[in-house]
């Protein structure tokens, strides 16, 4: 069985193979959630002001409420004085219009009184509790914050395909709506399989591993605003795949992750199931690591059989499942943030695979006139069972497929796991 399925499909790209996983999946239905659930989400529908943003002038300082015209030729040497008519905060309108010779003491986003048109802060009067002297000239609508001038009633704020920062939920909270529709988050089945694989709560025998694989992949799919599904482990044996298969089919999930049973050996049976019970897109990928990498459909749900190597999963799961689950949520930018760095080591191999290495990405110190500069150094070891190996590293750098050799020095691309506060500014 192995063999006839290595001869029916061929070695893809990267390319081809994100491309051929991305075709498979679709922006998800919308569901309505309070503003605060909805941050990382992707609007479904265009968003209106019901009214102007703010509903009306007022005042940017806090200060005197004048009419410009009492100020002209105002000075600190030759101040204008005007009669204090009353106290305005936040919150309130004024009853009182500032007429001629007068000025209304007022705050910071208080409406703007019936006849003022312009505000001098505090800073440049001087008052002696009934009176106050100007000690300069304003022009009118100076320091006032005009009705509209931040959104106007019927304007399109937030077009749907938004993706919802803070800014954009503190924008809809300033409109006053309280929920909002936007994309759902896709459910995401985990099944490790392996005799080897045991669960993390059970203590290791002679010949066991715990199983890192799915906890890897449930925080990866978290962090790309999913909702991960822990099947728990099946042995190498079709039927039991098969049934967690089905299992997780059974509880509505939107894409399916398996790690490991994808290679040649004689007990990698995930394949096998997916040949057998539903379909395979493909199964090798020119990448290391990661070259054992199967896509299916079982059930109409895409199926991504990641490898069983720890960093392999992780850096498959980087590559393909990360950008289908984003189109799942309606994203439409699915790459991952790049840069070009100084690669600190020098690189050599053997095969004509595209490489991925787990590096640890640093900010140079520019010199005068030069842009920012980063270098990238390895990690250690770059064996794809060397997890330790990602947990130092924040970024993959990319040898391309052509490249047998990079010197100390030379230039990569690397694509960033992480993007540190402070570090990549």
């Known amino acids: 069985m192995t063999e006839k399925l290595a ?19 679709r922006p998800l239905e919308p569901e309505r959630l309070p503003i605060l659930e909805a941050l990382g989400r992707v609007l479904a529908d265009n968003v209106c002001a019901g009214t102007d943003i703010p509903p009306l002038d007022n005042s940017a300082m806090d200060g005197y409420a004048v009419r410009a015209e009492d100020t002209v030729g105002a000075s600190h040497d030759h101040p204008v004085r ?46 002696d509790g009934n009176g106050v002297e100007i000690l300069e000239e304003v022009r009118q609508g100076h320091n006032i914050r005009r009705a509209g001038e931040d959104v106007r009633h019927g304007e399109l704020v937030l077009p749907r395909g938004t993706l919802l920062r803070p800014q954009e939920i ?30 993390i709560d059970q203590p290791l025998t002679p010949g066991k591993i715990h199983d890192a694989n799915s906890y890897c992949n449930a925080a990866q799919v978290l962090r790309y605003g999913g909702v991960p599904l822990l099947l728990g482990i099946a042995r190498d044996h079709r039927d039991e795949v098969a049934a967690k ?22 007990f990698d049976i995930v394949k096998e199931v997916l040949a057998a019970e539903g379909q395979i897109h493909f199964w090798w990928v020119n990448m290391k690591p990661g070259r054992p990498l199967a896509l299916g459909q079982i059930g109409g749900v895409p199926l991504l059989g990641l490898p069983g190597n720890p960093v392999a999963a992780m850096i498959s799961f980087e590559l393909f499942a990360r950008p289908a689950m984003l189109k799942m949520l309606g994203r439409g930018e699915w790459a991952k943030p790049a840069i070009e760095a100084i690669m600190r080591d020098s690189i050599t191999r053997k095969d004509n695979r595209r490489h991925l290495l787990r590096v640890q990405v640093q900010k140079q110190d520019a010199q005068a006139g030069t842009s920012t500069c980063y270098s990238a150094r390895l990690t250690g070891p770059q064996g794809s069972g060397i997890l330790s190996s990602m947990v130092q590293a924040n970024g993959l750098a990319v040898i391309p497929e052509e490249r047998g050799e990079l010197a100390a020095g030379e230039r990569v691309r690397v694509l960033m796991l992480d993007w540190p506060e402070g570090v990549l500014l």
């Open 245 to 266: 298969i089905r299992g997780g089919l059974g509880q509505g999930v939107d894409l399916f992750l398996t790690s490991g049973g994808v290679s040649v050996g004689d």
């Open 82 to 127: 005007l009669r204090i008519i009353g106290n305005l905060a936040a919150g309130y309108v004024s009853q009182q219009a500032v007429e001629p010779g007068t000025a209304l003491r007022i705050m910071t986003g208080a409406p703007i009184p019936p006849g003022a048109d312009a505000v001098v802060r505090f800073e440049r009067t001087r008052s």
């Open 7 to 25: 001869d029916t499909y061929p070695m893809l790209s990267v390319e081809e193979a994100q491309e051929r996983l991305l075709a498979l999946v």
């Open 170 to 199: 503190g924008m809809l909270a300033s409109l006053g709506r309280a929920d909002i529709w936007a994309i759902r988050q896709p459910r995401v089945a985990i099944l490790a399989t392996g005799e080897e694989v045991i669960p």
